[in-house]
């Protein structure tokens, strides 16, 4: 460390984020890899997703005893799940427990945003600012910022001067929002606004619902753990793992019995029913060209339409709720409690603003269509910036001082979802053109760290710096593009293609080809030496020697 008492205080690595993703690369590289590492979090806790989205009915749709870390033995025979999904203040108090476990808070600043990150081209090193003033420099930069981390408001006329309570779902008070009594609208019927709609309902005097694209929604099936199978679960753990891992989306499910044309009509009904009868994200798996072969999905897609109708009394309700005109689960499918069921309810009504959107929210309520709607609160369920929003709202710059922003004007470029070209020593967790958003990212999550893990080992034990080549994420990014393409992803309007957020690219954002084969592509770019990245030398002197080593690092 330098003796300039004007000189920012020099670290071999900053994480940014103490979510999931945060919380293992700061064990990995500080308890492994025996760095001198910090993390920053703007929230005042660990957690991330599970610290921000608090909203009523708020829960994961991976089950708990996958969603959740594999690298410790020890740390899973210390912890109990409750419930086959596991819902926020359980999933919260995971993080926190793992937080003590490793003793992780006492290399985290909380409450602290990291406002930006400018690359250092002629020390080689990451300047680091915080909205609290703090500055650090860092040979390694990792983002593990989470893909729906930057929640997107709606642009509404009015919405500033509503006299009532506003909230998002992703920014959700810690102390709660008193809903008793009161009316309430929820805007955006996504998977956020489906899990708080039935909660909400419950505790409002009425509410409304105000829906632009019905979803389709599958049944949870949650329901408490019992005794047995949590003895059962710990003493397969190692199996179920391994079992988990040959899963394109990290789960474990039913393998499909063929694709939907080798079944008779009453086999693949009787398919879809037993898949829909256990609940959860193997519906998307009743066959194997289900994501793939339009008519396969188009069965299945009926089948969620039949249960809407048969569910869901009131015809015209119904009907809106149906969703017509794009692929089952080409947006992402959402997991249930009772939602359909809800619109069953005296108190609950649905506003379509498909047709005529919201012309203005007024001091007392929300007008459409020349009605207003009076309300007390006001709930945007209104989703994220997927991906690109973390990065792009943070004045982040590499070489040249060049914006990611830019970089990123014509869709996000990415080699492996983990580097970007132009940014040397940035390794990003589950970023854009990762499998991340289709699998249980907890999955992705570990082999994302675990890789970059290695690599900056890799890059210790030989002086380098790493920078993903263009040619190399040219390659990446069609690649993406392609195994996208063999899909019926493209043909809706989701946030996977970023279609959510007005005048942003539409570049299918995710890496679609499965867990497996994404692991078996990045453990080969590492076997062959990380091909793919320019390793250029690390010119060492008193402001950044090499890292002290662990002595029970493999480095």
């Known amino acids: 460390m330098s003796n300039n008492p004007r000189e920012p205080r020099h670290l071999d690595a900053v994480v940014i984020g103490a979510g999931f993703g945060g919380m293992y690369a700061l064990h990995r590289l500080r308890d492994d890899l025996g760095m001198d590492v910090r993390a920053f979090e703007a929230g005042d806790g660990v957690g991330g997703t599970w610290y921000w989205n608090r909203y009523p009915g708020a829960r994961c749709d991976a089950e708990s005893i996958l969603y959740s870390y594999s690298f410790d033995q020890d740390l899973q025979d210390s912890w109990t799940w409750s419930e086959r ?31 930006a990150a400018h690359y250092d081209e002629e020390r080689k090193l990451w300047r680091v600012s915080t909205g609290t003033g703090t500055e650090v420099l860092a040979r390694y930069l990792v983002t593990a910022l989470g ?14 001067d509503f006299g009532g309570e506003v909230h998002h779902t992703g920014h959700w008070p810690h102390e709660g929002v008193d809903l008793d009594g009161k009316r309430v609208a929820v805007i955006g019927t996504g998977s956020s606004g489906i899990q708080a709609i039935p909660e909400i309902a419950r505790q409002a005097a009425h509410l409304t619902v105000f829906q632009r694209t019905p979803h389709f929604s599958v049944p949870a099936r949650n329901r408490p753990l019992t005794e047995e199978e ?42 879809l029913q037993r898949r829909w009868e256990a609940g959860g994200l ?22 969620v339409r039949e249960r809407i109708q048969e569910t869901v ?8 709720l149906t969703p017509a005109d794009y692929p089952i689960g080409t947006k992402r499918i959402c997991l249930d409690t009772g939602y359909y069921e809800t619109y ?49 709202r943070m004045d982040l710059r590499g070489r040249g001082g060049r914006p990611i922003s830019q970089a990123w004007e014509e869709g996000p ?31 992705s999550i570990e082999q994302h760290v675990d890789w970059i893990t290695d690599h900056i080992g890799y890059l210790e034990e030989s002086g380098m710096v790493a920078e993903a080549e263009e040619a190399a994420q040219d390659a990446w990014v069609d690649h993406v593009g392609e ?41 080969k770019v590492a076997a062959e030496g990380y091909t793919g990245f320019a390793h250029t030398p690390r010119e060492c002197g008193p402001a950044h020697d090499p890292v002290r080593k662990n002595p029970n690092s493999s480095y």
């Not at 044309?261 to 009453?266: N, R, T």
């Not at 009394?313 to 809106?320: F, P, S």
């Not at 990415?414 to 699998?439: E, Q, R």
Request: hydrophobic share 40%; proline share 7%; aromatic share 10%.
């Open 85 to 115: 999904y596991a819902a926020q203040p359980e999933l919260l108090a995971y993080a926190e427990h793992v937080a003590d476990r490793f003793d992780l808070r006492r290399s985290i600043d909380f409450g602290t945003r990291v406002s």
């Open 147 to 160: 893909f729906l981390s930057a929640s997107q408001s709606p642009d509404i006329d009015g919405l500033a």
């Open 230 to 271: 949590v003895a059962r679960v710990r003493a397969d753990y190692p199996a179920l793992r391994a079992e988990a891992g040959e899963n394109a989306a990290g789960l474990i499910v039913a393998a499909a019995p063929g694709n939907a044309a080798d079944l008779s009509p009453e086999e693949r009904a009787a398919e």
């Open 282 to 303: 193997g519906f998307l798996s009743s066959f194997e060209d289900f994501l793939m072969d339009e008519d396969a999905n188009a069965t299945a897609a009926e089948f």
């Open 313 to 320: 009394r009131d015809a015209r309700t119904a009907e809106l």
């Open 344 to 392: 069953n309810r005296d108190d609950v009504s649905l506003v379509s603003i498909r047709e005529h959107p919201i012309e203005r929210v007024t001091p007392t309520g929300v007008r459409v269509n020349g009605v207003d709607h009076e309300v007390d609160v006001i709930v945007l369920a209104t989703g994220f910036d997927a991906f690109t929003g973390p990065y792009t």
């Open 413 to 443: 470029r990415s080699y492996l979802g983990v580097a970007v070209a132009g940014f040397p020593n940035m390794f990003t967790i589950t970023g854009p053109g990762s499998p991340s958003a289709l699998t249980n990212v907890l999955a």
């Open 483 to 523: 195994i996208a393409s063999y899909t019926l992803y493209p043909k809706a309007g989701s946030w996977y293609m970023g279609a959510n957020v007005p005048g942003k690219p539409r570049v299918f954002l995710p890496y679609a080809g499965g867990l497996p084969l994404y692991r078996e592509q990045c453990d």
